[in-house]
């Protein structure tokens, strides 16, 4: 069955006169972004954000794919910080699962107001990732930090990194490394100003302090214990394996594995069951 291929977006500012809507296509959810405007957090002194990402539910049914950037947006004689989102069915973000390749589709355009159109994602997935492009990311990216992180999120931990600045480079080749049913349950932020969205992997412009379980800071997560599928990824990317390559990417999450040994569990039990009644 072929997903709402529907994309509304919206234009929302922050600034001091508080978060208000520029611009909206019809069926905009503004309620819902005003609030994670909110929940992306206070800007502290001296904080630039030149352009970041990220993604989180709007919802049960829908995904907000929003880009951010300090622009002078029209009608505005001062800097605000602007809020580009893009809001697409969970069943479309489903098939897609990668926020930063669906925002590159569609350029912002920051000065727009007013009624805003509608957009709509062509009948296509985005194109398979290649041997090549993991390589040349293990090569020149921080890769005791990539392979790491990509465990850690699979084990299903979170990362919380310290930056002054948008961490785009990094955040997006860890989107690119992860399985592609784990990353359609994730939420990356390459810059936040707080994590009350409840980001799996984001960075801020401040020491959180004290993590709450299940959450690593950089130097957990460069010494996390390394496992199956990070092992792998490396070889495969070594020997130019693209089969092996997407055999890991299209592997199973834990939850789904979990699920499937219960219902295997439950099957048995039902056919036990049905023998001894036939006895």
């Not at 492009?133 to 931990?157: C, E, F, M, N, P």
């Not at 592609?180 to 390459?190: E, G, I, M």
């Not at 792998?232 to 990417?249: C, V």
């Amino acid at each position: 069955m072929t997903p709402d291929l529907r994309v509304h977006q919206g234009l929302l500012a922050s600034d001091s006169r508080g978060i208000r809507v520029v611009g909206a296509s019809d069926r905009f959810p503004t309620p819902e972004a005003e609030r994670i405007a909110v929940l992306f957090g206070t800007r502290p002194a001296g904080v630039a954000c030149p352009l970041a990402h990220f993604a989180c539910p709007v919802g049960k049914q829908q995904v907000a794919i929003v880009q951010v950037a300090d622009r002078h947006l029209a009608g505005s004689s001062e800097v605000s910080l602007a809020f580009r989102f893009l809001v697409m069915s969970r069943s479309l973000y489903f098939h897609l699962g990668d926020p930063f390749a669906i925002a590159d589709c569609f350029p912002p355009a920051w000065n727009a107001t007013g009624t805003l159109a509608e957009l709509a994602w062509p009948e296509e997935v985005l194109p398979p990732r290649q041997v090549e492009d993991v390589r040349r990311t293990l090569k020149h990216g921080d890769s005791g930090l990539l392979l790491g992180g990509a465990q850690a999120l699979i084990d299903g931990s979170r990362i919380v990194l310290e930056r002054t600045a948008p961490e785009e480079t990094t955040l997006r080749s860890l989107w690119l490394l992860l399985p592609t049913r784990s990353r359609r349950n994730l939420w990356p932020a390459s810059f936040a100003f707080s994590n009350e969205l409840g980001f799996h992997a984001v960075a801020l412009p401040y020491s959180p302090g004290p993590l709450h379980y299940g959450s690593l800071n950089e130097e957990q997560v460069r010494d996390y214990p390394s496992s199956r599928y990070e092992l792998n990824l490396q070889i495969a990317a070594e020997d130019g394996d693209q089969a092996e390559l997407d055999r890991l990417l299209d592997r199973r999450t834990s939850q789904e594995t979990l699920r499937l040994g219960l219902s295997m569990v439950v099957i048995a039990f039902l056919l036990a069951f049905a023998y001894k009644l036939l006895l």
